[in-house]
């Protein structure tokens, strides 16, 4: 964090949370920097037998991300990507673009995996009665695939994706999208993240923030200018404190 306003990002002592919104990958998700590559390869390596040359095709779909990105602010979806990349190539096969994403999505999944206290900090927070969402700047067709595979559709309450929104997230637009979804006010809503797009957000929307530091390389300490956990399960005491603090209140 840049920074330096101790007050910021500070988690409200009185505040009593009712609903807790999470970031995806490196909060939930355990998913190492180099997966999306390794995916990518995955996918694109069906397209050689066509005598393409793979580092010619992953060039293309870098160049598709960034053109993507640039021109919109945020991801679109894998199989808009693969579709625009047969496009620049001249190729006109849906089939071929269903294929590459579930080529890619097979190797994806195989590479990620849930952190171990994710499933039973979401259930206890949801049987406190706690509205839960998803926030990610992840595209909208994996994440949804990522929530199918490991069985969370009962679990969020809300899940929002730059690609839905059209912003990513901190944008203001995505801010405001983001807490008509959570459905109560921003004092009751606590951000659990493991960057500082997350924090901003929480900014943006009123929200109180904590920092979930599954690596535990980040120190808290007394110019930490928001709250640091090293587990997810963390979360539930200080939500269920909340409760009991304003009901003695």
Avoid: W
């Avoid at 951000?191 to 929480?202: F, K, N, Q």
């Avoid at 109180?208 to 956990?229: G, N, P, Y």
């Amino acid at each position: 964090m840049t920074e330096t306003d101790p007050n910021r990002y500070v988690e409200r002592k009185k505040r009593k949370y009712t609903s807790v919104i999470f970031d995806l990958d490196g909060t939930i998700l355990d998913r190492p920097s180099t997966v999306p590559q390794e995916a990518n390869l995955a996918a694109l390596k069906l397209l050689c037998p066509m005598q393409y040359d793979i580092a010619a095709l992953e060039h293309g779909l870098k160049q598709v991300y960034a053109q993507t990105t640039q021109e919109r602010g945020f991801l679109v979806p894998k199989r808009k990507q693969f579709a625009l990349l047969l496009k620049n190539l001249g190729i006109f096969a849906n089939n071929l673009v269903e294929k590459l994403f579930q080529e890619y999505l097979r190797r994806y999944l195989s590479l990620v995996d849930l952190f171990p206290d994710a499933v039973e900090t979401l259930t206890k927070l949801s049987n406190l009665g706690m509205r839960i969402g998803l926030a990610t700047n992840g595209p909208e067709d994996l994440v949804n695939c990522v929530i199918e595979h490991f069985n969370l559709h009962d679990v969020f309450d809300f899940v929002v994706t730059s690609s839905q929104v059209g912003s990513p997230k901190p944008s203001k637009r995505y801010s405001d999208f983001l807490i008509k979804q959570a459905e109560v006010g921003p004092h009751e809503i606590l951000v659990v993240g493991d960057g500082e797009e997350d924090a901003i957000t929480a900014e943006m929307i009123g929200a109180a923030f904590i920092s979930v530091d599954q690596t535990q390389h980040v120190v808290q300490t007394e110019t930490t200018s928001f709250r640091v956990v090293h587990s997810l399960s963390e979360i539930v005491p200080i939500c269920l404190n909340s409760l009991t603090r304003t009901k003695d209140e």
